[in-house]
Each structure stands twice: as C-alpha cells, then as structure tokens.
C-alpha cells in the first residue's frame, strides 16, 4: 500500500458465497457508514433482476453495468461497498475501487463456498450442470485479481461477526497508518 491513500470508504470484494453483503451491513452499522450492494444497484436501475439481465441481455451487458456503477463511486464517502463476485476480478475495476477505498476481498475454499450458495437460486454463473467445478474454475481464473486487495481474509474460520470485527480493525489500522 503506497504512503498515502485516500480511504474514504471500506469495499468489499471476492467470489460469490464470501459473505460480502453480510460483513458488509455489519460494518456499515458499526461505522455508521451507508450500505451501498453494487447488484443491488444494478437492478434496481434497470428494474431487473440480476439473473433477467444475464437471460435477457447477457453477461457483457451486466459487465457494462458494473462498469458504470464503478466509475460512479468514486464520489462515495463514508460507504461500505460490497460488490459482485466479478467485479473485483476486474484490474482496472480494482485499481478505481483503490483510489477511494480500502479493498478488503474476503476468501473461501471452493467446497465452502458451493456448500453456503448450494440451497440458493439467484446466481445464474452457477446454474450449470456441475456448479461445484464451474466454481473452482472461476475461483482459479480469479485468485490472482482477488489477492491484488489491500486485505485478504479468510472466512472459513470466522463468523460474519469476527470477519466484521477483523475488517473494521483493519480499517481504522489503515487509516492511521497511510492518512
Ligand atoms: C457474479 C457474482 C454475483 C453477481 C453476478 C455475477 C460473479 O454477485 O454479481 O451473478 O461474476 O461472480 P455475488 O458475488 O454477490 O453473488
């Protein structure tokens, strides 16, 4: 991390099935912080699901919307962002989120992470015929994006609340250390 940074918001980046959203209200109520779910966003400006957008206009579009939202950020203060599972396997995603935020990606085994989305429907990456290998090969894909964060932490060991507890102390440690 370079001597100065401006950290005016946390964002949350990592694969499906890492708790992002969950960590992420918490902080946001600790901190006193606005809760901002860049999917959340999305589909609510297209009115569209997530899953209606990839059947209806394809990944690429979704891409592109993500790509908006991103650029839009920048002006955020006082936010905790938790972003989908692809965007911050996006370099220059990355690079934009770094100029405003510390970016904490939170990390889980594949066999972990298909055992918490496994009972869920909403991700329409994962509906394939054999979920638990298309997730190992996007985990693969991705890692090397994942791991440019400022943080990494595992959340296979935590519960949402430790993970919380141990992003906020990362936080305030930045915060006085490169501000
Ligand atoms: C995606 C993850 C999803 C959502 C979309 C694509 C991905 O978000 O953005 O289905 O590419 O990994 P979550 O990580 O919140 O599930």
Not at 105 to 125: F, G, Y
Request: contains cysteine.
């Amino acid at each position: 991390m370079s001597n100065t940074r401006q950290l005016h918001n946390i964002a949350l980046i990592g694969f499906m099935g890492t708790g992002k959203s969950s960590v992420g209200r918490l902080l946001a109520d600790q901190l006193r912080f606005s809760f901002l779910d860049t999917d959340d966003l999305i589909e609510s400006r297209s009115g569209k699901t997530i899953s209606a957008i990839f059947a209806e206009e394809g990944e690429p579009a979704f891409r592109k919307y993500e790509q908006e939202v991103v650029a839009e950020l920048s002006s955020r203060k006082k936010t905790v962002i938790s972003t989908g599972g692809g965007l911050g396997a996006n370099a220059t995603h990355l690079a934009s989120l770094k100029q405003h935020a510390l970016v904490v990606c939170l990390w889980a085994s594949p066999d972990k992470i298909w055992e918490r989305v496994r009972s869920q429907t909403h991700r329409p990456l994962l509906k394939e015929s054999d979920p638990l290998a298309k997730i190992r090969k996007l985990l693969a894909e991705r890692e090397s994006h994942y791991k440019q964060a400022d943080i990494l932490l595992n959340t296979e060991v935590r519960s949402l609340k430790e993970v919380a507890q141990q992003v906020l102390h990362q936080f305030r440690l930045a915060k006085t250390l490169y501000q």
